[in-house]
């Protein structure tokens, strides 16, 4: 009986394991997707590229390559046009 036990626990651990390196892989992808997107929300703190991306919204106010970024992401998320 202890036989089967250990058989049982074997076989779960070995698949506890098998997920475990799943959701690490899973999870560097997801930390290249994050460090790619700050990359470029970063280029708002470069001073020449944060004038260069800039420009003026329909209102008048200055818009920054990070917050177009952000709406675009949002807008194609949703199905929508930017």
């Known amino acids: ?11 779960e651990v070995e698949l506890l394991q098998a997920d475990n390196a799943r959701l690490r892989e899973e999870l560097a992808t ?9 990359w ?9 590229m944060s004038l260069a991306a800039q420009y003026t919204d329909m209102n008048g106010s200055a818009v920054s390559i990070s917050q177009r970024i952000d709406a675009a992401i949002d807008a194609a998320m949703k199905g929508e046009q930017p």
């Not at 009986?1 to 076989?11: D, F, H, P």
């Not at 997801?30 to 700050?38: E, H, T």
């Not at 470029?40 to 020449?48: G, T």
């Open 1 to 11: 009986m202890a036989n089967g036990l250990e058989m049982m626990l074997s076989t």
């Open 30 to 38: 997801a930390q290249a997707d994050a460090a790619r997107y700050r």
């Open 40 to 48: 470029l929300r970063d280029l708002d703190e470069d001073p020449v």
